[in-house]
């Protein structure tokens, strides 16, 4: 995306503020209640938007591949950090689908990162990772429609990622990427994923395995998930105690331990948790905070796992409101994924988020069911977070909050209306102190929906 230079006229005529990068800090910071858009300065000016400026970094394109120089400072602001959060403010975005790949690409070759992780199921991420290490299972496409099937990432942005990891693996068979699933919103557990968990039991444990085909009868597989969660809600409790009485079974046999055995609990683990997940009752919205709670939690969790098993240094892509410290619902989302990996991570995570101004996506009519589909949203309103960072002088830019000027600050610590888009549209901006959920904020003018997988 072309960069537009920086506005020098007549600033001082503007009533605009901006805001831009957010860096939520270990210990809480108060949040003020937004009553205008300006912040007035030590020195009586109204003016952050010039503060933010000379602490915004242009960004030079939002297409993977090219010069870089454009990343550098934000590989600056990124430090040592092992786990980087990087959400996106709608579910279907263009700009936001490519760059994540150019971010990933960026810390693979600069930061020494070698797992992308997404927000989608634990199953579907090792199948997408078994064609980056082997190849084999068909080619980047058809692995994409076999496992991103009715998910917003079911576009050709991420067909370009999984072929862009396989031909580093490739190149790279020293030191290869991988793609991991850290989520159980939406699952899909076939045989082939059970028998991850059957086929170690009946290899190591040969007298366990007529219990734990017993336990997961009924079970497996689970091709459907809103099939599944047709079921009796009483059935799928049942259910969901035989997986979790499957977990138990596989980790009583730890005896030795070792990788196998690790990767065999965690992957029995994963069904125990989906199987938790899914007694949810699309019906009874008093409990879905419970769940969402749970469901962030076990995210953090299967990051947290991942890193520890293999200390890759990871790319955690989901929505804004899963990467960051806090939550814009906070009735809904109580905690976020960034909220406990901050817990358990402390100064080794570190969430960066996005606005946009104006421009189209994909989302749903409803949240369960139905087809994604293209809206389009016109420029952001005054009053809005995305109205003033769009002031800023560059067309598309990226901030650390924690070094930004004080005038900055104080700006992004102020709660205003910030447009942060899921499975459901029409959808009100909530109200968002950006620097209590981003560490660093990438600003968007314009983006467009992504694009429809080929055939």
Do not use: C
């Amino acid at each position: 995306m072309a960069i537009r230079y920086p506005k020098r006229i007549s600033r001082r005529g503007l009533l605009v503020t901006a805001v831009t990068v957010a860096g939520a800090v270990l210990a809480p910071v108060a949040v003020q209640a937004a009553t205008a858009d300006t912040v007035h300065t030590a020195d009586g000016k109204q003016d952050p938007v010039r503060a933010l400026e000379r602490a915004a970094h242009p960004l030079r394109a939002t297409e993977p591949g090219g010069s870089t120089a454009d990343l550098r400072a934000l590989s600056a602001m990124i430090g040592n950090a092992k786990v980087v959060g990087l959400g996106e403010a709608t579910h279907g975005s263009h700009e936001f689908f490519t760059m994540k790949e150019r971010v990933f690409r960026h810390l693979v070759e600069e930061k020494g990162f070698t797992t992308f992780a997404l927000e989608l199921s634990w199953s579907a991420g090792l199948q997408i990772d078994d064609y980056l290490q082997t190849g084999e299972g068909g080619d980047a496409r058809s692995v994409a429609k076999q496992t991103f099937a009715d998910s917003p990432w079911d576009r050709e942005e991420f067909v370009s990622l999984i072929e862009w990891m396989r031909d580093y693996n490739r190149h790279h068979p020293d030191r290869p990427v991988h793609f991991m699933g850290d989520d159980i919103g939406a699952p899909s557990l076939n045989d082939a994923f059970f028998g991850r968990v059957t086929g170690y039991v009946q290899k190591n444990h040969p007298e366990a395995l007529p219990r734990l085909n017993e336990l997961y009868t009924g079970l497996r597989p689970i091709d459907n998930v809103f099939a599944y969660l047709g079921k009796p809600l009483a059935e799928r409790r049942q259910l969901a105690a035989k997986a979790q009485q499957a977990l138990e079974l596989v980790s009583s046999r730890k005896g030795s331990g070792g990788d196998a055995f690790d990767w065999a609990e965690q992957n029995a683990r994963s069904i125990a948790q989906t199987a938790k997940f899914l007694t949810i009752d699309p019906n009874d919205p008093k409990s879905l905070p419970d769940f969402e709670l749970f469901r962030d939690e076990v995210m953090a969790q299967n990051v947290a796992w991942w890193r520890q098993h293999t200390g890759d240094k990871i790319l955690v892509s989901a929505q804004n409101n899963h990467v960051g410290y806090v939550s814009d619902n906070p009735e809904l989302y109580s905690k976020t994924q960034g909220s406990f990996l901050r817990d358990t991570m402390g100064k080794d995570y570190l969430p960066i988020g996005f606005t946009f101004n104006q421009g189209s996506f994909l989302s749903k009519d409803a949240a369960l069911g139905g087809d994604w589909k293209k809206f389009t949203v016109g420029a952001a309103e005054p009053g809005r977070n995305e109205h003033t960072l769009d002031q800023v002088g560059y067309q598309d830019f990226y901030l650390d909050v924690r070094k930004a000027p004080a005038a900055a600050r104080a700006w992004l610590n102020v709660a205003r209306p910030t447009l942060n888009i899921g499975t459901q549209f029409p959808e009100k901006p909530r109200d968002t102190a950006i620097a209590q959920s981003f560490d660093v904020l990438i600003h968007l003018h314009e983006v467009r929906e992504a694009n429809k997988l080929k055939p």
